[in-house]
């Protein structure tokens, strides 16, 4: 499985982005799709996740309200609409797919940067 993410950039605070992430290869196994998001100096943290079968959708609790991820299964592609963007959102933020047999696949990342 491969992932590209796009959609990063500087906005400012209050302001709004989309981050796409587009899967490719064996993406019929996939059991669950992540946002994940990394700052400097920080620990890699999971900002939302989406669920394959009974599908289900969780955030952190930092992003509830502001945050939403989605997926189209018929484009391999996930989604995370973020509003009212903050300083602390800054960070990278990183696709991640999980098959429950094969493993765990990582996209390359890609940078938000939310002035004050």
């Known amino acids: 499985v491969q992932l590209v993410e796009s959609g990063g950039g500087l906005v400012q605070a209050g302001g709004s982005l989309r981050l796409s992430c587009a899967a490719s290869?064996?993406?019929?196994?996939?059991?669950?799709m992540g946002w994940y998001r990394q700052a400097p100096g920080r620990q890699r943290e999971l900002v939302a996740l989406i669920t394959s079968g009974k599908v289900s959708i969780n955030y952190a609790d930092s992003v509830k309200g502001r945050f939403t991820a989605s997926r189209d299964n018929a484009k391999n592609t996930m989604y995370l609409q973020m509003t009212s963007l903050k300083p602390e959102d800054t960070a990278v933020y990183y696709c991640n797919a999980l098959d429950y047999e094969l493993g765990s696949y990582w996209g390359q990342g890609t940078q938000v940067t939310v002035s004050s």
């Open positions: 290869g064996s993406t019929f196994s996939i059991n669950a």
